[in-house]
């Protein structure tokens, strides 16, 4: 078999089970926990008949085998299933919510790892063979700082610092370009502090390999050196650290558009999760897993491009 | 009488068309008390049947017994199968485990052996290292506290506190300075003559394997292509392949000729 | 460690150290001293800005911030470190164990935590700890789940290292139990990168935790921890800004002193692997003094290259190591010069110097460094980079010397592209040649491939044909044969050999194997511990009668050869090579040397002159017709 076909079999097998997984917790724990979630979304003021009625209609009293299966086709048709408070479709939640949240955290994604890998080879270059020794303690100083502030925190103190002494750039809501701005910032200065750490790692490596050094033997100029040779290679590794930071920069997307009160699915998630509303929430998990899946997936593919030699090798 | 007999031994990598033959129907014998040596290049296989006679693969078909005793079943239990055989590795750099001293290692293999109090098993690990004339104190050490020549010492001490009925050694001096090699050939060669042991050689190297093995068997693609005593097979080989070998080794002989401007291929 | 590494990296250490020391103790002592009074309610003084009774304000029960921060250092503390503790735990069962259980389950294991890993664990545990009650045991429980995945792939790393390696091979073959090889071998052989994975981790879970408080699905009131004071806080920012400062500090703090304990206790092993930290003591070691007019070869009209005390250092843990000394060569055009020696010798540290290669941070200085009409001490930059090109350079190892992510083809076309600004399309076609000119079949196929899937041999082929598309007049080659079987090596020197003849360009060709360099070379220079100590013309290596250093014979009769008498045990040389970073003064060989004296000891000898026409550096040459110039 073509390896190619192969790789993306496998890749393409593993992300649904892992959905597969994902979708059966979601839909175990709205079955399996204790109480009734009905109940506890609408209020213990709720008439026993507004809720009877919701139940029967989210069909919570047939078997759970059913359940399970028209679970599934439903996800399947695309029905996220529907909020337990208004009864109205989270599908067209996510249809509002979505873009929101995808440019948010991709734009930082972008930044964080745009710089990180310039930061990072840049850094590596200028202290290779343990020359100097200054900069390499700004730089893990620095990177060290920035990299245990977490997002929401960094959220926080921007929204003081610009609500409240000069405001240059939107602390709410989503507008025009400039609203971007520090939501970008506040999800993406940690990771890219992080990720720079690695990316020099990388780079120092990558600079110490034997084709480096043939490069260099080949005389051409040191930027070609470092552009054309060093930074593919060291580009593997750093995306495979990457990739999983994908998973955790969803996740703290969730926190920054909270405090910057972004129209994304994470000010929706948190809304749900105050009013005990599992539909949303579960059908919105389902969604963000998805999403670091597929991402992940990318990442792998490009990944592979980049390094034929040991990806397509790899049986994992 | 042999100590050790392979037979009919293959094996294969991956599975259906696209597989590897690694060995290819090969038939070894060690003689009791003899050394039999194994020469081939790299990918002819012979680091493959190096591992699947010590035991840590499985071989496709064909089967490999030690005094009689087949030792690539599953039905051999571990410890027997150590006191029929037990491999020395090429590097002694990654062959010791480095969070463990010298004495430890000789002492775990000494336990695989027998059951003895912890005093009999210090006396014994003193008993190897001055063996393999190194001193007491070594006991103590840390395999990074040792040079190369020292490691491939320790590794062979530790693989003689088995008592092995077959030794496999795989490469052993190609990680060693030229001038290391020669005392780790000669205390082979010593312990040889004191110990009767009954050795699998495997090298690339023709001149050392001729050193010290009675037969050499040459290796090519998977295959033996030539078996027969040491002498014969370096200076009246039969096979093409083994005079391409022979021819190919490098001699202080020629140094200053032109041996690689003539008889160009 | 130097004075020089202890003044930058122990600080890090140090401080971290304490802030880290600091934490622990207010975790304990705290809640213990102010425990009750951080609870106590003042309806009075409701969100007060910092006064010098309350530093950092009150909340909205009029609550002392400042005493909320210390108090709650106990359960953000406690609370990340049990998380991390039982994160590393399940992480290194779940990547560790499967190295002693065989290859099938190490694969599944490896799937199951690639996906895991991939897993957006803290959205699916947020799920998990609303339906179960949001609070603290869910959210440590969502903390476990979240890290155990990544801690399983540092393990897996580590541990399918030590699966694969030789010494656990020896003990699967020695009959020990799989239980003692996970804890003597598997766990023993990890523990120090995953203990200093964990303190860098704790910084990590506190944030986390703090996240899962912030969004008050964490630690729930009327228990508190920073998270928690951060949400508070927020909530009020309009009206009382400085309320998050003290939560704020607090989790950046105690974020950034884990993370650099964890970085400085990773550096200090990253030390101990690569076996030098990097200190420095003094400025490093300049060239020797002058050897004087009888010291280097002559230089004639017709020579290459004159190397005249060159001497490579490198930043070592106890000071300088000077792998390389005093070494002056000179090669004339179209000859081709060997190098012998074994490992630590320095020859290799030579040829890179040479060819103006050495790994950074080396320090290379020489009184003489000319090639062809350049002195290459003088030049910098560009015209360095300039007169270099005349050098082609062939390294050992093909398959990594080759960059596994660009075609062959492109990096030999690179060559002329950058050197002589050929286009893209002649510069392709020059590439193609060039492996044709190697007698590499179909070469425009094999130009459009990568490295990986070209053979051994092939990809030596393509070096080589790397090293002469510059047309250099000069060609280094360190050990080109040494990674290839005997016959691709011959075929490899044949190559060598007839492209020097056909092109004219000199050689000068490393290998550890003199026999290799006496079938190629004119003549070889033979080194040990960082000095060269014989020059010898080839043919006298025929006779180890005409050799004239100790050691040369010696290592011409170590080798054995297919005549070696196999009743007689090898000539061999006793001890071990010298260390580079602690060299005895006087010859080096000294120490192993049977004909050692007090001068030997303690005075380098110079190279001379021989009567076998090359020279020798020995107080003691076995053949004692010297002729002194």
């Given at each position: 078999m073509n390896p190619w076909v192969s790789f993306l079999l496998r890749r393409t097998t593993r992300v649904v089970v892992a959905m597969l997984v994902i979708v059966t917790i979601a839909f175990g724990v709205l079955r399996l926990a204790g109480g009734d979630p009905v109940r506890a979304a609408l209020g213990p003021t709720a008439p026993a008949s507004v809720v009877d009625e919701r139940r029967a209609q989210l069909g919570l009293d047939d078997p759970v085998l059913e359940q399970y299966v028209n679970y599934l086709g439903d996800l399947l048709h695309g029905d996220l299933g529907t909020s337990l408070v208004t009864g109205r479709s989270v599908s067209d939640l996510v249809g509002n919510r979505l873009m929101p949240t995808l440019e948010l955290a991709g734009l930082a994604f972008v930044v964080a790892l745009v710089f990180a890998v310039l930061i990072g080879l840049c850094v590596a270059v200028f202290t290779q063979g343990h020359r100097r020794r200054g900069l390499e303690l700004a730089f893990t100083g620095v990177s060290g700082f920035l990299a245990a502030i977490p997002e929401y925190l960094l959220g926080v103190l921007l929204v003081i610092g610009f609500a409240i002494t000069v405001a240059v750039f939107p602390v709410a809501g989503q507008g025009g370009p400039d609203s971007y701005v520090l939501p970008v910032i506040a999800l993406a200065v940690s990771a890219t502090a992080g990720l720079s750490r690695i990316a020099r790692i990388e780079a120092l490596n990558t600079l110490r390999d034997d084709y480096v050094r043939t490069a260099r033997a080949k005389r051409i100029p040191p930027w070609r050196v470092y552009l054309r040779h060093a930074l593919p290679n060291m580009l593997t590794g750093t995306l495979t650290i990457g990739g999983t930071l994908l998973a955790t920069m969803i996740t703290s997307s969730v926190l920054v558009e909270q405090v910057f009160n972004w129209p994304g699915m994470g000010t929706a998630f948190v809304q749900a999760i105050v009013t005990k509303d599992y539909g949303i929430v579960q059908g919105l998990a389902l969604v963000y897993a998805a999403i670091v899946l597929v991402v992940n997936l990318l990442v792998d593919l490009v990944l592979a491009l980049l390094d034929r030699r040991t990806t397509l090798l790899e049986t994992g | 009488?042999?100590?050790?007999?392979?037979?009919?031994?293959?094996?294969?990598?991956?599975?259906?068309?696209?597989?590897?033959?690694?060995?290819?129907?090969?038939?070894?014998?060690?003689?009791?008390?003899?050394?039999?040596?194994?020469?081939?290049?790299?990918?002819?296989?012979?680091?493959?049947?190096?591992?699947?006679?010590?035991?840590?693969?499985?071989?496709?078909?064909?089967?490999?017994?030690?005094?009689?005793?087949?030792?690539?079943?599953?039905?051999?239990?571990?410890?027997?199968?150590?006191?029929?055989?037990q491999m020395i590795f090429q590097d002694p750099y990654s062959s010791l485990n480095p969070r463990m001293t010298v004495g430890e290692t000789i002492e775990e293999a000494l336990a695989a052996r027998e059951e003895q109090d912890a005093a009999a098993r210090r006396a014994g690990a003193r008993e190897l290292l001055d063996l393999v004339r190194l001193k007491a104190t070594v006991a103590q050490a840390y395999p990074r506290q040792l040079s190369g020549g020292m490691r491939q010492r320790v590794a062979i001490a530790r693989c003689l506190a088995v008592k092995p009925k077959v030794i496999v050694a795989d490469e052993i001096t190609s990680a060693l300075d030229a001038s290391v090699q020669g005392s780790v050939l000669n205390l082979l060669r010593d312990l040889r003559a004191e110990l009767g042991l009954s050795m699998l050689f495997i090298s690339h190297n023709l001149a050392v394997v001729r050193y010290l093995a009675d037969r050499i068997a040459v290796m090519h693609h998977g295959r033996i292509?030539?078996?027969?005593?040491?002498?014969?097979?370096?200076?009246?080989?039969?096979?093409?392949?083994?005079?391409?070998?022979?021819?190919?080794?490098?001699?202080l002989d020629n140094a200053g000729t032109d041996v690689l401007t003539r008889d160009e291929p | 460690m130097t004075a020089r590494a202890r003044l930058f990296r122990a600080p890090m250490t140090i401080a971290s150290l304490v802030l880290v020391c600091l934490f622990g103790i207010l975790a304990v002592v705290a809640p213990i001293l102010w425990g009750e009074e951080a609870l106590t309610a003042r309806p009075t003084e409701l969100l007060q800005g910092p006064s010098a009774e309350h530093l950092l304000g009150t909340d909205n029960l009029g609550r002392d911030l400042l005493l909320r921060t210390l108090v709650a250092t106990r359960l953000s503390l406690g609370l990340a470190v049990l998380?991390?503790?039982?994160?590393?735990?399940?992480?290194?069962?779940?990547?560790?164990?499967?190295?002693?259980?065989g290859g099938r389950v190490q694969r599944t294991f490896g799937a199951v935590i690639n996906t895991w890993l991939a897993f957006p664990v803290l959205l699916l545990a947020m799920l998990v700890a609303i339906l179960l009650g949001a609070g603290t045991t869910t959210a440590v429980l969502a903390l476990v789940l979240t890290m155990t995945p990544s801690f399983a792939r540092l393990a897996q790393t580590l541990a399918s290292r030590v699966g694969g390696s030789e010494?656990?091979?020896?003990?699967?073959?020695?009959?020990?139990?799989?239980?003692?090889?996970?804890?003597?071998?598997?766990?023993?052989?990890?523990?120090?990168?995953?203990?200093?994975?964990?303190?860098?981790?704790?910084?990590?879970?506190?944030?986390?935790?703090?996240?899962?408080?912030?969004?008050?699905?964490?630690v729930q009131p009327p228990d508190y921890d920073w998270g928690r004071l951060l949400k508070d806080g927020f909530a009020q920012v309009y009206n009382s800004p400085t309320a998050v400062i003290g939560?704020?500090?607090?989790?950046?703090?105690?974020?950034?002193?884990?993370?650099?304990?964890?970085?400085?206790?990773?550096?200090?092993?990253?030390?101990?692997?690569?076996?030098?930290?990097?200190?420095?003591?003094?400025?490093?070691?300049?060239?020797?003094?002058?050897?004087?007019?009888?010291?280097?070869?002559?230089?004639?009209?017709?020579?290459?290259?004159?190397?005249?005390?060159?001497?490579?250092?490198?930043?070592?843990?106890?000071?300088?190591?000077?792998?390389?000394?005093?070494?002056?060569?000179?090669?004339?055009?179209?000859?081709?010069?060997?190098?012998?020696?074994?490992?630590?010798?320095?020859?290799?540290?030579?040829?890179?110097?040479?060819?103006?290669?050495?790994?950074?941070?080396?320090?290379?200085?020489?009184?003489?460094?000319?090639?062809?009409?350049?002195?290459?001490?003088?030049?910098?930059?560009?015209?360095?980079?300039?007169?270099?090109?005349?050098?082609?350079?062939?390294?050992?190892?093909?398959?990594?010397?080759?960059?596994?992510?660009?075609r062959v083809g492109a990096q030999l076309a690179e060559v002329p592209r950058t050197q002589r600004g050929v286009a893209r399309r002649q510069a392709n076609r020059d590439a193609v040649a060039a492996l044709d000119a190697v007698a590499i079949p179909d070469p425009a196929r094999r130009a459009g491939q990568f490295p990986h899937e070209l053979s051994g041999g092939m990809r030596q082929r393509a070096l080589i044909a790397m090293s002469q598309i510059g047309r250099p007049s000069l060609i280094i080659a360190d050990e080109p044969t040494t990674a290839l079987d005997v016959t691709v090596a011959r075929r490899v020197m044949r190559l060598l050999r007839r492209e020097c003849d056909r092109t004219g360009a000199a050689v000068l060709v490393s290998s550890h194997d003199i026999a290799v360099l006496g079938e190629l070379c004119q003549r070889v220079l033979v080194m040990y511990a960082g000095r060269v100590v014989e020059d010898v013309p080839v043919d006298a290596l025929r006779d180890p009668a005409r050799l004239a250093h100790p050691y040369t014979r010696a290592l011409?009769?170590?080798?054995?050869?297919?005549?070696?008498?196999?009743?007689?045990?090898?000539?061999?040389?006793?001890?071990?090579?010298?260390?580079?970073?602690?060299?005895?003064?006087?010859?080096?060989?000294?120490?192993?040397?049977?004909?050692?004296?007090?001068?030997?000891?303690?005075?380098?000898?110079?190279?001379?002159?021989?009567?076998?026409?090359?020279?020798?550096?020995?107080?003691?040459?076995?053949?004692?017709?010297?002729?002194?110039?």
């Open positions: - | 009488m042999s100590a050790l007999d392979v037979t009919d031994l293959t094996v294969r990598f991956g599975r259906g068309a696209g597989a590897l033959v690694a060995v290819d129907g090969v038939n070894l014998r060690v003689e009791s008390g003899g050394v039999l040596g194994l020469v081939g290049e790299s990918g002819s296989g012979k680091s493959t049947i190096a591992r699947v006679v010590a035991g840590l693969r499985r071989p496709s078909a064909g089967t490999v017994t030690v005094d009689g005793r087949d030792v690539t079943g599953r039905r051999l239990p571990a410890r027997e199968r150590a006191r029929l055989i292509v030539e078996e027969g005593p040491s002498d014969e097979i370096v200076h009246a080989p039969r096979h093409e392949y083994t005079a391409t070998l022979v021819g190919a080794v490098p001699s | 998380a991390t503790l039982l994160a590393a735990v399940a992480g290194v069962l779940v990547g560790g164990l499967p190295a002693v259980l010494y656990l091979a020896a003990a699967r073959m020695l009959g020990v139990s799989r239980r003692r090889q996970f804890t003597r071998y598997v766990l023993p052989n990890i523990a120090e990168p995953v203990i200093v994975n964990v303190t860098i981790s704790i910084g990590g879970g506190l944030l986390a935790l703090s996240s899962l408080s912030f969004l008050g699905v964490g939560p704020a500090v607090a989790v950046v703090l105690a974020g950034v002193a884990f993370g650099a304990l964890g970085e400085s206790l990773a550096g200090h092993l990253r030390g101990q692997d690569h076996g030098h930290t990097g200190g420095r003591r003094g400025p490093a070691p300049g060239p020797g003094p002058g050897s004087g007019p009888d010291g280097g070869q002559p230089s004639t009209p017709d020579t290459l290259l004159e190397v005249d005390g060159l001497s490579v250092a490198f930043p070592g843990e106890h000071g300088w190591v000077r792998p390389v000394r005093d070494v002056s060569l000179t090669i004339r055009a179209g000859e081709i010069v060997g190098v012998a020696g074994e490992s630590g010798s320095g020859k290799s540290v030579t040829m890179m110097a040479i060819a103006q290669l050495s790994a950074p941070g080396a320090e290379v200085a020489a009184r003489t460094l000319r090639f062809g009409d350049e002195d290459l001490t003088l030049l910098r930059g560009r015209a360095l980079r300039g007169a270099l090109t005349g050098v082609g350079v062939v390294f050992q190892d093909s398959l990594t010397a080759l960059n596994p992510a660009m011409v009769a170590a080798l054995p050869d297919l005549d070696s008498d196999r009743d007689a045990p090898l000539a061999t040389i006793p001890g071990e090579p010298p260390d580079p970073a602690d060299p005895a003064p006087g010859c080096g060989f000294a120490a192993r040397c049977a004909l050692a004296t007090d001068r030997c000891r303690a005075e380098v000898p110079e190279l001379t002159g021989h009567r076998h026409g090359g020279r020798v550096a020995c107080w003691h040459p076995q053949d004692r017709e010297v002729v002194r110039s």
